[in-house]
């Protein structure tokens, strides 16, 4: 199942949260891992501290394993909505504002 997902994102852990997406942390994580990282390069600010992005989840509950292991200590108030396939989410780069919120991070 695909679901468009919608959350704020806890600014302060987004440093944390791009490190283990880029060193494989997320990425060796079964069964869902690669998923989760593709859809976070997909991912799109559209708003001030929200991130819009889809992403397949096969969980009883939406993202039931995915929020468990990462996204509950990353984001908040999310929100899934079940669609027919993949969409295009209009906003900036989330995973380039990581990167640049890491590389601040580290320069400080």
């Known amino acids: 199942m695909i679901y468009k997902v919608r959350a ?12 283990k997406l880029t060193i494989g942390t997320i990425n060796n994580q079964r069964p869902d ?10 991912a799109k600010l559209t708003t001030p501290g929200v991130v819009e992005w889809f992403e397949m989840c096969f969980c009883p509950t ?24 993949y969409g295009e989410v209009q906003g900036k780069s989330f995973w380039s504002y990581m990167e640049a919120i890491k ?6």
Do not use: C, N, W
Not at 103 to 108: C, F, L, N, P, S
């Open 8 to 19: 704020k994102f806890i600014d302060e852990r987004l440093g944390d949260f791009y490190e």
């Open 103 to 108: 590389i601040d991070k580290g320069k400080a």
């Open 33 to 42: 891992g690669q998923e989760m990282v593709d859809s976070m390069k997909r």
């Open 62 to 85: 939406p993202l039931q394993h995915e929020r468990k292991t990462h996204y509950d200590f990353h984001f908040s108030d999310i929100e899934t909505e079940l669609v027919e396939d």
